[in-house]
């Protein structure tokens, strides 16, 4: 009994998380930022933060670039005089991962990269969600795609 393993689920549900709560703070902003709930949800509606965690936790040189990313985006808002990043209003956090893509200079080349890889992470989450593919009318197909060459029954053939 003294040298039971622990079950596996609860191995892993047990996970520390990458980031710091002002970092994570700051990680939900841009999330909500890039794709912002409207009449349609957003991504964090989708649990995109959660998988960029999971995804952080097992890329350490992701989790560099976005702890880098998140902290140029939190003194950015702060020489605006915002708090935080998270603290600005979607303008502002707009206004400010804007300036990331858009240095003239290159001064800020690894924010450039953040907001890149953090623009795609958070897409290519949510647009793989069950939440972003309801968005567009997605339904996957249950059992594996079809042949090509065996269509529907219904569906028009294509006009040449």
């Given at each position: ?35 912002p709930r409207d ?122």
């Amino acid at each position: 009994m003294v040298l039971r393993r622990p079950k596996a689920a609860l191995a892993q549900a047990i996970t520390a998380i990458p980031l710091d709560a002002a970092s994570l703070a700051s990680l939900e902003a841009v999330v909500d930022t890039i794709v912002p709930r409207d009449q349609d949800p957003g991504a964090l509606d989708a649990g995109v933060p959660a998988r960029i965690l999971a995804h952080l936790s097992t890329h350490p040189e992701a989790l560099s670039l976005y702890r880098a990313g998140l902290e140029l985006l939190d003194r950015l808002a702060q020489q605006g005089g915002a708090s935080s990043f998270g603290g600005l209003d979607a303008r502002g956090r707009q206004r400010v991962l804007s300036s990331l893509a858009s240095d003239p200079d290159n001064r800020r080349e690894r924010g450039e990269q953040f907001f890149a890889r953090a623009r795609r992470d958070v897409l290519a989450f949510y647009w793989g969600s069950v939440v972003g593919q309801r968005v567009v009318g997605y339904r996957p197909p249950l059992s594996g795609y079809p042949e090509y060459a065996d269509p529907p029954p219904g569906a028009r053939t294509p006009q040449r």
